[in-house]
């Protein structure tokens, strides 16, 4: 199984371009999450979703959009993309979101410029 | 409000030696912790975890330790190798909420 994919890996935006962070998972879970992770800080929750259809803002949700139209898929959408939003982007899922753990993509990291 | 806290940034240890890894929480309602490990240009992959009504959890090499009355837990590597250099993130859930805190990381060093 290939388990959470992102696409692209690198990607160098100018101030106020507009992109979308791939995601895609092929083990059938439900819960989906987008974190980011500035240098020398923890993740933090962009937004989430339980299950095809519904999504919900997390702990730094300004500037990002979701979607979640398939249980497989789970795009990033940046607007006007600023230089704040230069980070790591991880996408996660879990079957249940509590007691297996998430699985983690292996991260895009996006340059604001 | 840092909920999840890694008051250490980097951990040096000798190969063979214990590596001990702390972390401590403000949130009384956390009830499942978490540690995960993380490599340079990868994403975070689930080491161990303990629920709230277990004090102890061992995985091989791998124990983490939860004190509640403290709000503190702690992971223990032992014997360390130098394959365990990463670093490495504690996190916690609340239980019926899905979502997971995570606090800063720790890198691991560990020399050989």
């Known amino acids: 199984n290939a388990g959470v994919t992102q696409t692209p890996k690198f990607r160098i935006l100018k101030i106020g371009q507009s992109m979308t962070l791939q995601c895609t998972q092929d083990m059938n879970h439900n819960y989906m999450y987008w974190y980011r992770q500035d240098p020398g800080m923890g993740l933090k929750l962009i937004y989430y979703?339980?299950?095809?259809?519904?999504?919900d803002k997390g702990e730094v949700p300004n500037g990002y959009n979701v979607s979640r139209s398939t249980t497989e898929d789970f795009p990033l959408r940046l607007e006007l993309a600023a230089p704040s939003q230069t980070s790591v982007y991880f996408c996660a899922s879990s079957w249940d979101g509590h007691s297996y753990g998430y699985t983690f993509g292996s991260g895009t990291r996006l340059t604001v410029v | 409000d840092q909920q999840v806290k890694q008051n250490s940034p980097s951990l040096s240890v000798q190969e063979g030696r214990i590596s001990i890894l702390n972390c401590d929480y403000t949130?009384?309602?956390?009830?499942?912790f978490l540690w995960y490990k993380k490599y340079p240009a990868e994403g975070p992959t689930f080491l161990i975890s303990?629920?709230?009504?277990?004090d102890k959890n061992e995985d091989g090499r791998f124990t983490v330790f939860l004190n509640k009355s403290a709000k503190h837990l702690s992971l223990h590597i032992v014997p360390s190798q130098p394959g365990d250099s990463a670093v490495y993130f504690c996190?916690?859930?609340?239980?019926?909420?899905?979502?997971?805190?995570f606090g800063k990381g720790i890198t691991l060093s560990v020399r050989p």
């Open positions: 996190a916690a859930n609340p239980g019926a909420n899905s979502k997971l805190t």
């Open positions: 303990i629920s709230s009504i277990k």
């Open positions: 979703s339980v299950g095809a259809g519904i999504t």
């Open positions: 949130n009384s309602m956390f009830d499942y």
